[in-house]
Structures are given as C-alpha cells and as structure tokens.
C-alpha cells in the first residue's frame, strides 16, 4: 500500500520539482533544500523571538497591550519581527511537512535512514507544541480558545492532581504565576525541538544545514515584505468571562482544534498517537530492503580515513590496528548503517583498475560489485563498442546510477552502458583506464538530478575529484575534454540522450589528440 502511494507520487513530485529548477536553478531549487530551509526558519523564528520578548510584558493584564504596543507603534521594528515570528513558524511547519513527504515519496525513509525517520517524528510533536503555546502569550481571544481547548486535552490524561483548565475558569482565575509558566514553555519546547534537531542528523555525514545563501537571503526579504504589507494582527483581550465566536486560526498550527471540538479529547488523543506510531514505524513496514554492508579486506587497507569521512551515512568507524601490520588505524563498517552506495570503493586509493586479476581488490568492497566484478563489467561494455571509426559517431563509455534515468536504451555500437549503484562508486583511476587502455572516446557519467543525490553525496564527491579537490583525484593527464557529467533524475532520459548527442558531436569536433583511441599519455604500468 506505501509503495503504491509512493510510486504514485513520484512522477508528479519529479515534475513538480523540475519546475522550480527553471526560474531557481538546481542548487537553489527550494523543494530540494526543504531541510536547510527549515533549520533556517527556526533561526528566524529564536532570532526574531529574542527581540518580541524585549518588548513583551510577562503578565495577564500586561501581555496583550504590550503587543499591541509592537504592532500598532512600534510596527517598524517591534511589528515586523512580531509578522517574522509568525510567518517563520508557519513556513517552518511548511517546510518540514513537504521535507518529511519528499522523504517518503523518494523512499529515503527505510533501511539505515530509519534513525532519521524516527527521530523526525518527535520533532513534529515539539514543533507543533511550540507554535501553539506561542499563540497562549498573546492572551488574546485566539489564545484564551486555543489555551483552554489545550488544557483540556493535557486534562484529559488525568495526570494532573487538580485540572489545569480550572486555571481559565472565570475573570480573575488566571494568575500571573501560571501565565509565567506559560511563557516558560514557550521558551523550553523550541530548545527542546533544536536539540531534537540536532539528534536528527547524527547519523548523516555531513549534512546540509544551511541553505545557500541567495536562497536563504530571499526566503527573509519574501517574510520582511509579507511582513509590511500584511503585518501579523491581534484579536481582541481573552476575557474569560465570554466565549469567543469568531476566530480567525492559523490554520498551520490549529488544524487540530474544531476536530477537537467535534471528536472529543480521547479520540483526539488517539488519533494523533496512533498516526504518529504509525509514521514512526514506516521503515519497518514491508517490503523490507537491506542491502549487503560493505566489507573491508583488511590487508588492502592502509587506514588513510577516505571511507571514513565520504561515507555519507557515518557507517565507517575507524579503529587501532587489529592485525599486527604497520599502520595505526583501519576501517570497520557498522552493517547497520550501510547502503551498499558503494561510495567507499570510490574514495579508496587502493581502488584501480589498474592491476592484474589477481590482485584486483580494493581496501574496502561492496558485496554485489566488487572491483572485480566492476572491471569485468567496464570491460564487456568497452567490447561492445564499434571499432573506431572517422566518420562514423565516436565510442562513449555511460555510466548511470540505479536511482537516475534509465540509461539501458542508449547502449549502441557507439554508446557502452555501465550501470553502478552511485556515481560517486567510480574511482577516477577507472576513467583513466578507459580513456587510456580503449578505443574509446569520452566518458559520460550519469546519476541522480543535480543537488538529489539518492546517496547524498555522490555527486558531490565525483565533482570535487574530477576538478582536483578531493582525494582520490583524476590525473593531470587525462584530457577533460573527453569526459562529461550529466545529471538527471528517473524521468528525465531525454536530457541524458541530448548530451549524449551534444558529447559525440563535441568530441567529432575536437582536435585530433584528444579524439576516439588516442590515449591522452602513455598508458599506466599495470601494478
Ligand atoms: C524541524 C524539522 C526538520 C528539520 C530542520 C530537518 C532537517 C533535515 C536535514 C538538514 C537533513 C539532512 C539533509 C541532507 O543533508 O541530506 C534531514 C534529513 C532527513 N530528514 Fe529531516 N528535518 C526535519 C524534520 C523531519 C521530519 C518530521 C521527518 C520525518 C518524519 C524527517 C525525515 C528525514 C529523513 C528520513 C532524512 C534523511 C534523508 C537522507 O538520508 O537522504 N525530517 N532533515
Ligand atoms: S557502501 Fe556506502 S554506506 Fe556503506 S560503508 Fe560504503 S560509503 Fe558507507
Ligand atoms: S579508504 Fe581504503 S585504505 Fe583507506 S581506510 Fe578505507 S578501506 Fe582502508
């Protein structure tokens, strides 16, 4: 039933996605920075809160003139970072629901993500509770409704020696102490919900907090503008010896409350637990994928650290010498965060083609796929290509990842198709070996769409070594000109046909010592 809802979704979300790459580009494409944007809405959220809090007067009497005080005088400054307060919590609630779909919609909920997933469900918890105990300080009428229906679902519990919500029975019943420890959890449960966030990320490597910069710049001047033209407005004072009767709710944080008024606290309290156990234990529900860890060879591995720190998902740990040889460290891979993306074999310097058979095994290899196995595959494809030939379409090897397009239809005479399970498994050495050792012409290396990565980091780390910035690097030699990177997400194989065809013609264009069969230097010395 969830793969069905998630394979419906896909194509619509992929599409949706593509859309925004036009005006935004892919890097700045918000739909793929969901997370980044929420963790910047908090900042903007603690930021603005801290300036609120300056201006606002902790007391009954005193709260609701005190921001009308912000609003109405001071609606300059005090005002809009009241309107930022606002705006931000609700793009936050946003963010994170759209973050937490895609996640799910792009399967990258199950196997090891499940820690993120998991932890991702308390956050919803403490960011709902947040922004609802927010709207109680304004001690409007909006709160005075939202503050009793709260208590009396905490009521409900029957946790509480006495019931809380006697605290809002009559005029004068509301004290200044209780109206103080209000204000105190509104302060906790957003510190609370960063700590959650933090927690959050421990198991990804290098994760992305911050979005890029324009993106961030234009999200705050988007809420300063909203801010000035449609500032965020008070009701009239709670006053609780009326009912409200015309509310006007803020529909991202409240939702809840009218079906708390029509279901009644139990069912409420059930409704909202059970889905939350329910979503908190999707990564177990079937179909259950695990893919086979990683395995160092250790008397390949040197203990130089690269696994370790490209692994995207923290599974490699690096630990004293087990073995007696004369390196100080090697790496261990915890099964229970490993992928299998296979990312480590593209990071591992003893991971090159360029050996004999017998010797061809990398410090650390993936069961399905090991170097073995790779060069095998590099070399069948290369065989499949035609004989150079001048005036016929020059020889490229592809390389496609099993969560980008399908690249299959493209293999011709002219095209060798080579499908990996992530981009970032290829050494650069392989690339080197091909140019240098085939007949053929170019390398294409394809994966997922640009800033998507299904491996988080697989993309990142094939750019940063094919342009000499991260270990293992391409060599000097070999000719950048006959390699090209092409991105592209599941329903986007046209794009992967076009620069196919652009890459041939390029290549047919280009000066003859970089053109089909000519190694760009001597070949490498096999090892
Ligand atoms: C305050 C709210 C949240 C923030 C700020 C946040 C932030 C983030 C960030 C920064 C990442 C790392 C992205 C990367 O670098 O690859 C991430 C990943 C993830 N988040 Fe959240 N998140 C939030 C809520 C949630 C919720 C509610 C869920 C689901 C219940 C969720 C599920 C996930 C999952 C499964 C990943 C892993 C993605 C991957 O491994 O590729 N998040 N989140
Ligand atoms: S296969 Fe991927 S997830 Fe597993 S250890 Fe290697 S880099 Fe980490
Ligand atoms: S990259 Fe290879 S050699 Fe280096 S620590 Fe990892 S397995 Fe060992």
């Not at 993120?116 to 609802?132: E, K, Q, R």
């Not at 397009?405 to 011709?412: L, N, T, Y």
Request: charged fraction near 15%; aromatic fraction near 12%; glycine fraction near 10%.
């Amino acid at each position: 039933m969830l793969k069905v809802i998630q394979t419906t979704l896909q194509g619509p979300l992929l599409r949706a996605e593509g859309l925004f790459d036009h005006p935004f580009g892919a890097h700045w494409n918000p739909m793929r920075q969901l997370g980044t944007l929420s963790f910047f809405f908090y900042w903007i959220v603690a930021v603005s809160g801290i300036f609120v809090y300056v201006f606002f007067e902790t007391s009954v009497t005193g709260a609701h003139g005190s921001i009308e005080y912000m609003t109405v005088q001071q609606w300059y400054f005090a005002g809009v970072m009241r309107s930022l307060h606002r705006y931000a919590s609700d793009a936050m609630v946003m963010t994170t629901v759209l973050h937490m779909s895609r996640e799910f919609i792009t399967d990258r909920y199950r196997g090891v993500r499940w820690f993120t997933w998991f932890t991702g469900v308390p956050i919803l918890w403490f960011l709902y509770g947040s922004g609802i105990s927010g709207y109680w300080l304004v001690w409007d009428q909006l709160a005075q409704y939202v503050a009793i229906g709260s208590m009396e679902w905490l009521d409900w519990l029957g946790i509480f020696g006495e019931p809380i919500a006697n605290n809002f029975l009559t005029r004068g019943s509301l004290g200044d102490r209780f109206f103080s420890l209000l204000v105190f959890m509104h302060i906790f449960l957003p510190l609370f919900l960063l700590f959650i966030m933090w927690i959050h990320l421990l198991k990804i490597n290098r994760p992305r907090i911050n979005p890029p910069g324009g993106l961030a710049l234009g999200s705050l001047l988007m809420l300063i503008a909203l801010s000035l033209v449609y500032p965020a407005t008070s009701h009239p004072p709670a006053d609780l010896g009326t009912v409200p009767t015309v509310l006007g709710l803020d529909w991202f944080y409240m939702i809840l409350y009218p079906v708390f008024d029509t279901w009644g606290a139990g069912m409420m309290w059930a409704a909202a637990l059970g889905v939350s156990m329910f979503v908190a234990f999707m990564p177990w529900l079937p179909p259950l994928r695990r893919a086979k860890p990683a395995e160092v060879q250790l008397d390949k591995c040197n203990g130089c650290t690269r696994c370790f720190e490209d692994c995207p998902f923290g599974a490699i740990s690096m630990k004293p010498r087990s073995d007696g040889r004369p390196y100080t460290q090697e790496a261990v891979v915890d099964p229970r965060y490993c992928t299998s993306c296979g990312l480590c074999v593209g990071s591992c310097p003893v991971s090159t083609p360029f050996r004999k058979t017998d010797q061809l095994l990398s410090g650390i290899e993936i069961p399905g796929l090991t170097l073995r196995l790779l060069r095998e595959k590099v070399d069948a494809a290369v065989a499949g290509l035609a004989p150079p030939d001048p005036a016929g379409k020059p020889g490229v090897v592809l390389f496609g990842c099993d969560h980008g397009a399908d690249i299959e239809q493209f293999q011709d005479g002219s095209v060798a198709v080579v499908r990996i399970p992530c981009v970032g498994m290829l050494a650069p050495s392989f690339i080197d070996y091909i140019l240098s050792r085939s007949g053929a012409a170019g390398v294409m290396l394809s994966g997922c769409r640009d800033g998507d990565c299904y491996h988080r980091l697989g993309i990142r780390w094939t750019e940063d070594r094919m342009d000499g910035l991260r270990d293992p690097y391409l060599r000097e030699r070999v000719p950048r000109a006959r390699i090209r990177t092409l991105w592209a997400a599941p329903n986007e194989p046209g794009k992967i046909g076009r620069g196919l065809a652009t890459f041939q013609a390029d290549l047919a264009a280009a000066p003859a010592d970089i053109q089909a069969g000519e190694p760009a230097d001597k070949p490498a010395p096999a090892a």
